[in-house]
């Protein structure tokens, strides 16, 4: 029977309890009644009944003492001359549960020896070594039992590695995507912000003396700004839509990353042309050609010069961002560092970013389907 979720377990075990009382006071009365040949029941053999079929209120805690004790009092309520009836469903329930927590091992052994113990019991109350005809029932019923048990196990077993594997699968996909959020939001955020403040420190820096740059540097600051909201509502929008509609950024926009970074102050040289590159190569080159340019604006030590590489290979495209920032040591990888490797990673490329003579280079390599 199934329970819904968040009733207490000893509501089915209450129940299993009652429906096999019943069943077994009913089934034994109705056979004594039916069955002239049959001793009558009687209050002890009820009560006797009832004693032993209440032991499955606790039997999932101990299944083996209880499967022990309710054969011993099968046995002895066969052996006892009482009207005939299904008792030896207790034992049975009993050893199906053994089977399933402890495994077939502990159950046949534990079956065994109380076999043998019976056989023993037998020996001395009737002073014969020969067994009835319907011996053979009881091992085939032994084996049966532990069969079913073996199988219930493993199947359950199996649901729920299946089960931890689902929910393992479900955390690892939460986990990729909360790491594409926050790459995105950081893409999207970093690099207008970035700017944001080298124009802004140019506005307050000439404010008194040149007025007219310091409102160049305003509307510079205007203008990424409104380029981040859009971005930004726009990335937050396919976030909360769960869709991913929104359009795909591309290398055929790089002259707007390009005529930032010359606003900051830099100048900036490009080499080479992309060409046409499949949507995911071409996505994932325009946010670490992005981010590239916000790390020389961030952090580059008194930048003044950034080349831009691109180059085309069979089978593969190249990025190249180098700077004469001075860079003198390995950067300390910070989440910008971090996603770019990530985007590489996931498209089978590799990114690279460290000082070079003068300066800081970024190199992502990354593969392009279809090409030889």
Not at 318 to 342: F, I, K, Q, W, Y
């Amino acid at each position: 029977m199934r329970w819904q979720p968040g009733w207490s377990p000893w509501v089915g075990r209450v129940v299993r309890t009652i429906v096999v009382t019943g069943f077994v006071l009913g089934a034994t009365s109705g056979a004594s009644r039916w069955d002239p040949s049959s001793p009558q029941m009687t209050p002890g053999a009820g009560l006797w009944l009832v004693a032993t079929t209440l032991t499955l209120l606790v039997v999932h805690r101990f299944p083996l003492t209880l499967f022990l004790v309710t054969a011993a009092s099968a046995f002895g309520y066969y052996a006892s001359g009482l009207p005939g009836g299904p008792i030896i469903i207790v034992p049975t329930i009993a050893l199906f549960v053994l089977t399933r927590q402890r495994g077939p091992l502990t159950a046949g052994s534990t079956g065994s020896a109380a076999l043998a113990a019976a056989y023993l019991a037998h020996i001395v109350l009737t002073g014969s070594f020969t067994l009835a005809a319907g011996a053979g029932f009881v091992v085939v019923w032994l084996v049966a039992v532990i069969g079913v048990g073996t199988a219930v196990r493993y199947q359950l077993d199996a649901l729920a590695a299946r089960r931890e594997q689902a929910d393992e699968h479900r955390h690892r996909l939460a986990e990729q995507e909360r790491l594409r959020i926050a790459r995105e939001v950081h893409d999207v955020v970093a690099h207008s912000l970035a700017m944001i403040n080298v124009q802004a420190g140019v506005a307050a820096h000439v404010a008194d003396r040149r007025p007219e740059q310091a409102k160049e540097a305003l509307l510079n600051i205007k203008a990424a700004s409104a380029s981040a909201l859009k971005d930004l509502r726009a990335t937050l929008a396919v976030l909360r839509s769960g869709e991913d509609k929104a359009p795909a950024p591309s290398l055929a926009q790089a002259a707007e990353l390009l005529e930032h970074a010359r606003d900051a102050g830099l100048t900036v040289d490009v080499h080479g042309e992309a060409g046409d590159l499949p949507a995911p190569v071409d996505a994932a080159a325009y946010r670490i050609l992005q981010e590239s340019l916000t790390n020389v604006v961030r952090h580059a030590d008194q930048p003044e010069h950034v080349d831009v590489r691109f180059e085309r290979h069979p089978g593969s495209f190249t990025l190249r961002v180098r700077d004469d920032g001075r860079g003198t040591s390995p950067p300390t990888p910070g989440h910008g560092l971090r996603g770019m490797s990530e985007r590489a990673a996931a498209l089978g490329g590799r990114c690279t970013a460290g000082p070079v003579d003068g300066g800081f280079e970024v190199c992502v390599e990354l593969p392009i389907e279809g090409e030889a």
